[in-house]
């Protein structure tokens, strides 16, 4: 009979393998380095986890469930006063406190490929679009593709992540004032209406 699955022991194994990542890198992380940080038999990592893939898949999985409520935390308010500022506050804050992983999702976008952080980037994306169609249909905003326009909106906060967390190119006062002026355009009233 198989052995129960303790999701304490889960969750330290994945604690453990974060830290061991933000430390060494993603390259140089061990699943012996992660047992012993974990407190648990090299063994026992593969009750859980089939691979240091499998348990980079679950780190991945992680950031966008805590990515996806962040998103149904401040989407809704994009459009009140401030709203868009508080939104790429609240991403920025969160990329700086998860700013290992995403460097280790950079050079290896794979990391992010199995099905359920697949399935929460359609959640997050779906959440996105559902804001943004119910405030086009409420005429709060200007009638647009709600897909494209989600998308946009995300592509703009991922070079906002990046340039300001992963790149350092720009001031993130620079990122932020750019991209709440575009974002604030893209989410006014039609000037129609």
């Known amino acids: 009979m ?9 969750a330290a194994i994945l604690q453990a393998a974060k830290m061991i990542i933000e430390r060494d890198g993603y390259q140089s992380a061990k699943i012996a380095q992660i047992a012993a940080e974990a407190g648990v038999a090299a063994g026992t990592v593969y009750l859980y986890f089939d ?3 499998a348990i980079a898949a ?6 966008f469930e805590l990515a996806s409520a962040l998103t149904r935390k401040h989407a809704p308010q994009l459009t009140e006063p401030n709203g868009v500022e508080n939104y ?5 804050e969160f990329a700086i406190a998860n700013k290992t992983l995403l460097e280790q999702l950079k050079p290896n976008p794979k990391m992010a490929e199995d099905e359920y952080s697949k399935e929460k980037r359609r959640e997050l ?5 559902s804001m943004l169609q ?12 709600p ?24 001031p993130r006062e620079i990122y932020r004032e750019t ?12 000037a129609t209406a």
Do not use: W
């Open 2 to 10: 198989a052995r129960p699955i303790d999701p304490e022991k889960r």
């Open 125 to 129: 994306q779906g959440q996105m679009i």
């Open 51 to 53: 691979s240091k893939e």
């Open 147 to 170: 897909r494209g326009l989600a998308s946009l909106i995300f592509g703009i906060m991922h070079s906002v992540v990046m340039g300001v967390v992963v790149f350092k190119d720009y």
């Open 179 to 190: 991209a709440a002026k575009i974002l604030r355009k893209a989410l006014q009233p039609s």
């Open 134 to 145: 119910d405030q086009m249909d409420k005429g709060i905003i200007d009638s647009y593709d």
């Open 88 to 92: 790429i506050d609240a991403v920025v």
């Open 58 to 63: 679950a780190l991945a999985s992680e950031f």
